[in-house]
């Protein structure tokens, strides 16, 4: 089992960038695949993107591609995601999961969740 907690959400003009962090308890990070998910106010929650265990494989939601860079470092048990040229419709509460399986879009494919940060993006 893992236990997970995001750091790093806030208050962000259009056009700002903010990086958001997931830790992880344990011994076996390196072990789990992991992913971002937002939920914005109102809507289904949705996903953003997902990391293999290495960091060689990425899978990007179309409406991030090119904007959000995710990233990992094993040795701190840590994920990163770098959010530029954010838009007022990024604001939600960002998760970080975490999943045995491979790379994958699937929300129920990610049975540990951590809590959640805000992103608040002002126009």
């Known amino acids: 089992q893992v236990q997970l907690v995001e750091s790093g959400g806030g208050l962000v003009p259009a056009g700002g960038s903010l990086r958001l962090s997931c830790t992880a308890s344990?011994?076996?990070?390196?072990?789990?695949?992991m992913g971002w998910f937002r939920q914005a106010p109102g809507a289904e929650r949705e996903f953003v993107v997902a990391?293999?265990?290495?960091?060689?494989?990425?899978d990007y939601a179309d409406s991030v591609q090119g904007r959000f860079s995710v990233s990992r470092d094993n040795a701190k048990n840590t994920m990163y995601l770098q959010m530029n040229s954010l838009k007022p419709e990024d604001t939600a509460v960002y998760y970080c999961?975490?999943?045995?399986?491979?790379?994958?879009?699937?929300?129920?494919?990610?049975?540990?969740w951590g809590q959640g940060t805000r992103v608040t993006v002002s126009s």
């Open positions: 999961a975490a999943t045995r399986s491979p790379v994958t879009k699937t929300e129920s494919m990610y049975p540990y």
């Open positions: 990391i293999s265990w290495s960091g060689g494989n990425t």
């Open positions: 344990g011994r076996t990070f390196c072990t789990y695949t």
